[in-house]
Structures are given as C-alpha cells and as structure tokens.
C-alpha cells in the first residue's frame, strides 16, 4: 500500500483560496447569473440589486482566479465562466446539502407521525 506524501504549505494555500472563492455569497450569486451565457457589468449589478463597485469587485476576484474570462465591446465588459467544472462543484455540494436537508425532514415527518395515535 502505497502512503500518501505530504503536501506542501503551497498547495494547501492554493486549494483554500479557490475554495474561499466560493464562501462569498455575492460571488455564487454572479455565477449563477453566468450559468447559461455571457453578461456585461451592467447586467449583472442590476440583477444582483448591489453596487457596481461591488460587482466589479468580485467579478476581479473570479477574473483572476481563472473561473471567469472577460472581453471588451466599446465600453462594455462581459464576462463569461471560463472554468465550467466550478458548477459540477457547486451542484456536488447542492445535492449534499439537499440530500441532509430530506433527511432531516424525514426525522420530523416519522416524530410528527410517532406522536400520532
């Protein structure tokens, strides 16, 4: 059996940050604007109801960590998911979340029930 070597300080950090991308809610929010195609800033603060500042923000964030792309269009910036595999992530932890949330709710069902005569 072969033992697993130890994995640098580095790469640790690297792994955090990309993860830590993700623990910002206004940050899935702006994917989850981005799922389907490319939007401009414009689009996006308006459907996110927040500042542009803001979403300039965290589009920045996302640009370089290599999940977004961006192309100009006259004074317009539109950004696209370049890194498609966050959504299989997100959808991993969407049905984990999903799948405790049903068993939860399986528990109150068969308490509620057991109380029944």
């Given at each position: 059996m072969?033992?697993?070597?130890?994995?640098?300080?580095?790469?640790?950090?690297?792994?955090?940050?990309y993860f830590s991308i993700l623990s910002?809610?206004?940050r899935l929010r702006i994917l989850n604007l981005l799922r389907d195609h490319e939007k401009?800033?414009?689009?996006?603060?308006?459907?996110?109801?927040?500042?542009?500042?803001?979403?300039?923000?965290?589009?920045?964030?996302?640009?370089?960590?290599?999940?977004?792309?961006r192309r100009s269009e006259g004074t317009s910036a539109y950004y696209k998911v370049e890194d498609v595999l966050i959504f299989d992530l997100c959808?991993?932890?969407?049905?984990?979340?999903a799948t405790r949330i049903e068993e939860q709710a399986r528990h109150f069902r068969d308490f509620s029930?057991?109380?029944k005569h």
């Open positions: 072969q033992t697993a070597s130890p994995v640098t300080q580095e790469v640790v950090q690297q792994v955090a940050e910002e809610p206004m401009c800033v414009q689009e996006l603060v308006e459907a996110t109801e927040t500042s542009q500042a803001n979403v300039s923000k965290h589009l920045k964030v996302m640009l370089q960590a290599g999940i977004l792309s959808n991993l932890v969407c049905d984990r979340l029930l057991a109380n």
